[in-house]
């Protein structure tokens, strides 16, 4: 089964606007992170943020956001006031408590900021 | 602070030929070392991970091989290579003995395409 879900493929946003790109996750462990990471066209992984699924607030970092609801398993990532840089593909992953060591990734969204 | 260095950049090799792909990371002692695999327009696969010295786990069959020769070191390998191999390939350290609530650094890839 697929641990990681990115159901969008891709997106266009105006530049200035905010983008919401989202994430449901699939895990019966208790204790599991949650990272977004970004993919610039030339390759590296970036990491975003960070969200543990024992925190009780929505982690922050900047312009980025996760709207963490723990019931829904749903992890999304906020991007305010998006910047023609915010181009790039976005990965939502998980590391499971059980399995610590791997971290498991979706499909990816590809972000298009228009000017 | 910590780096992790990733060579050659691109690789272009025929069928049947071998592969050695290099990762060192340096600012860090006895990392977890990982390796993925990114299929175009996809998220990663594991391919490798490594918790010590010629400590290695597979996460997939394949036609590949890591090493881990040195503390800071892994090697990606392959005795011939197969035309499904192409792809982007990147590698991650994380400090050892985190455990799920810790990021994976990556470094910036190579490009592999079997002709």
């Known amino acids: 089964a697929q641990k990681i879900t990115q159901t969008q493929p891709g997106m266009f946003v105006q530049e200035k606007e905010a983008v919401t790109l989202d994430c449901t996750y699939d895990t019966s462990d208790p204790s599991y992170g949650l990272f977004w990471y970004k993919q610039p066209s030339s390759g590296e992984m970036i990491f975003l943020i960070y969200?543990?699924?024992?925190?009780?607030q929505n982690a922050t970092e900047g312009r980025y956001s996760l709207n963490f609801q723990k019931a829904r398993k749903s992890a999304n990532l906020v991007i305010s006031a998006s910047q023609l840089g915010d181009s790039a593909m976005y990965f939502c992953a998980m590391r499971e408590g059980e399995d610590d060591y791997k971290l498991s990734f979706g499909a990816g969204t590809t972000v298009t900021v228009r000017a | 602070s910590q780096t992790i260095h990733q060579w050659p950049a691109t690789l272009v090799q025929p069928v049947g030929s071998p592969l050695s792909l290099e990762c060192t990371v340096e600012g860090t002692s006895n990392p977890n070392l990982y390796w993925y695999r990114q299929a175009a327009g996809r998220g990663l696969q594991l391919l490798f991970y490594s918790v010590g010295i010629g400590q290695i786990s597979s996460e997939v069959p394949q036609n590949l091989s890591a090493s881990r020769p040195q503390d800071r070191q892994f090697i990606l390998s392959s005795k011939k290579l197969l035309l499904s191999d192409s792809g982007f390939y990147l590698c991650a350290w994380s400090v050892l003995g985190d455990s799920y609530n810790s990021p994976l650094h990556f470094g910036n890839g190579t490009r592999l395409t079997v002709t």
């Open positions: 969200q543990g699924s024992y925190d009780q």
